[in-house]
């Protein structure tokens, strides 16, 4: 915490010179994003100081949208921007290569056959012998980490899939390029989620850090299931809006 500078010798609040010293050490790249502040006590305890003086200076950061304070985890540098997603055409949601912005990028951290687990099972209507590829890839807008997808593919469906066609297509590149499908149905679920661990990590945030889930499934006209993808948006750095007409 040596970027936090006080002197008691001048009429300057204290909590002030706390708060200018943490939003300095911020625009001058001292302190990232998701950098862990100190804590009240530890600000308290190395300066003589009493804890509404540091509650004052972190509730001032907070207001500037410089930090985040998350009950049970602590404080931290928060300085990424928030992103909107419209929810005109839910199916828009789980192809990132929909979305408006003019930088994004995915990028494929796993690629693997599985079986067996029951929600994919249960998603695509599949038994319990029936293999189906996993891809999971984090997207990237103005290289920032905003969201963590995972797709599974039947391999019924999408006979020599590749980690190349997962790195190459988008969604709807993938099911009518690379094959001849026709979706025609979007079944979406929404729900808030802590992240796990592993999430965290992928998506350079903190331990259980809120988030929204969408689970979605894409059909055929005749209501076959073709995939199933997972998509964890960060909560603090997305909003939804709803766009009427």
């Given amino acids: ?28 790249g001292v302190l990232s994003d998701n950098d862990r ?4 006590s ?9 804890d509404i003086v540091v509650k004052n200076a972190y509730k001032l950061l907070v207001k500037q949208g410089l930090i985040l304070r998350v009950q049970g985890s602590g404080t931290f540098v928060s300085t990424r921007k928030v992103y909107k997603f419209p929810l005109k055409g839910f199916d828009r949601l789980s192809n990132f290569a929909s979305f408006s912005y003019a930088s994004k ?3 494929v951290i ?9 929600k994919v099972i249960d998603a695509l209507h599949l038994s319990k012998n029936d293999s189906y590829m ?4 984090v997207v990237f807008i103005d290289n920032a980490e905003v969201l963590l997808q995972t797709i599974y593919l039947p391999e019924k469906y999408f006979p020599k899939i ?5 790195e190459r297509h988008n969604i709807k590149e993938l099911l009518t390029k690379r094959y001849t499908y026709t979706m025609k149905k979007v079944k979406n679920g929404f729900s808030p989620v802590n992240l796990t661990s592993s999430e965290a990590l992928l998506l350079n945030t903190y331990k259980h850090a809120g988030a929204h889930r969408v689970r979605t499934t894409m059909l055929t006209d005749d209501d076959k299931p073709l995939l199933y993808i997972e ?12 766009i009427m007409g």
Wanted: hydrophobic share 35%; with cysteine.
């Fill in 1 to 28: 915490m040596n970027y936090i500078k006080i002197d008691k010798t001048i009429k300057k609040a204290l909590y002030l010179q706390i708060k200018d010293s943490i939003e300095e050490a911020i625009h001058t």
């Fill in 37 to 40: 502040l100190p804590t009240e």
């Fill in 42 to 50: 530890e600000l308290c305890e190395v300066f003589g100081i009493s």
């Fill in 105 to 107: 990028e995915k990028r």
């Fill in 110 to 118: 796993m690629f693997d056959q599985a079986s067996g687990e029951d």
């Fill in 134 to 137: 996993v891809s999971k890839y």
């Fill in 162 to 166: 590749s980690i190349y066609d997962i």
């Fill in 231 to 242: 998509t964890l948006f960060l909560g603090q750095y997305t909003q939804f809006e709803v």
